[in-house]
């Protein structure tokens, strides 16, 4: 089944905002006033104005969220914070109407959930980019970076932040990039919603910032390789990762080195070595949206990502 190419925005068009994941506080007339200054209109669900734990039951969050994503008056869907919430619904939503849409969706943290299932059951591609939380002037490049990828605009990313890690050439390491938050697709892996089996190999995995001690980045590591992901996949491309430091008589570690590691383990003599990259994905660095789902590349020589326009023509 091929990818559906999310709609490309273009000023004058309408985004709507939701809190798929958990309620928020956001100051909702600055996301406003920022799309604006951008073109754009937007509207808010009714989750926005919702108080509690959720944006509202998991039945009146997944109304919302197949509302927006189809018969909707807007072309694209914003999330606008992470939390805990969207694995409560994930299992109410017509993914065959929600992929004929094809609207773009953006959102990280808690969103994987929800990205993870689009694109398995919808084949939709997805943003991992910054939410309505991020909507603010001292995130204002982080905020074109967003809107520069929505408008199908070609990004490069350069440098990246760290060396890469595994095999050396001249190759580009190309694939397709899927993944998110760690604690989300560790608790995802072996459902219905995880990545299929017969795409890993063509698989560029994305983990992203969890905020978590070091034991338990390697215990759902472990997940991921007790269950033959790791040794299977192309590379590993790796968000920003903070407050994941352990007690005073820890060693430190190296999620990339363990990564990597592990990912050559029992490795088919018929696949290309694997590799590991950096990318900042906020939390005090740049912020690069990221699409899920598409085929980017990875130039290991220059250390830089290029990632294609990915929208409806």
């Given at each position: 089944?091929d990818?559906v ?7 004058g ?18 996301i ?19 108080t ?46 929600i ?13 994987t ?35 520069h990828?929505l408008?199908g605009?070609?990004?490069?990313v ?21 993944g ?11 459902t ?5 089996d ?6 560029i995995?994305?983990?992203e ?15 991921l390789?007790?269950?033959g992901?790791?040794?299977?996949i192309?590379?590993?491309?790796l ?6 430091e ?25 696949m290309?070595?694997?590799f ?19 085929h ?12 294609s ?5």
């Open positions: 089944m990818w190419y999310p709609k490309r925005l273009a000023p068009m309408t985004i709507a905002c939701i809190a798929p994941a958990s309620s928020s506080d956001e100051e909702l007339h600055t406003e006033a920022i799309c604006a200054e951008k073109g754009y209109h937007v509207i808010f669900g009714a989750s926005c104005y919702r509690g734990l959720y944006g509202g039951t998991p039945k009146e969050q997944a109304a919302e969220f197949q509302y927006m994503m189809t018969t909707a008056p807007c072309d694209a869907v914003l999330a606008l914070r992470g939390g805990y919430g969207t694995m409560r619904y994930v299992d109410q939503l017509d993914y065959d109407a992929g004929h849409y094809g609207k773009a969706f953006i959102g990280y943290s808690d969103c959930a929800l990205h993870m299932a689009l694109q398995r059951y919808s084949r939709l591609i997805t943003y991992h980019g910054p939410m309505g939380v991020d909507f603010k002037e001292s995130r204002q490049v982080d905020i074109d970076a967003l809107f990828a408008e605009h070609l990004q490069v350069e440098p990246l932040p760290e060396p890469p890690r595994g095999a050396i050439g001249t190759e580009l390491g190309d694939g397709i990039l899927r998110g938050n760690m604690t989300m697709l560790s608790m995802l892996c072996g219905k919603y995880f990545i299929e017969s795409s890993l190999e063509n698989t995995l994305f983990l910032d969890v905020g978590e001690a070091p034991y338990k980045l390697d215990r759902m590591l472990q997940q390789r007790l269950a992901v790791l040794r299977r192309k590379g590993l491309m968000g920003t990762f903070t407050n994941c352990g007690d005073d008589d820890e060693r430190e570690y190296d999620l990339g080195y363990e990564a990597l590691r592990y990912m050559e383990e029992d490795r088919s003599d018929e290309i070595e694997p590991v990259c950096y990318v900042p994905t906020g939390h005090g660095s740049p912020h690069h949206t990221l699409p899920l789902g598409a980017v590349h990875f130039r290991y020589i220059s250390n830089t990502i290029v990632v326009p990915y929208y409806r023509r």
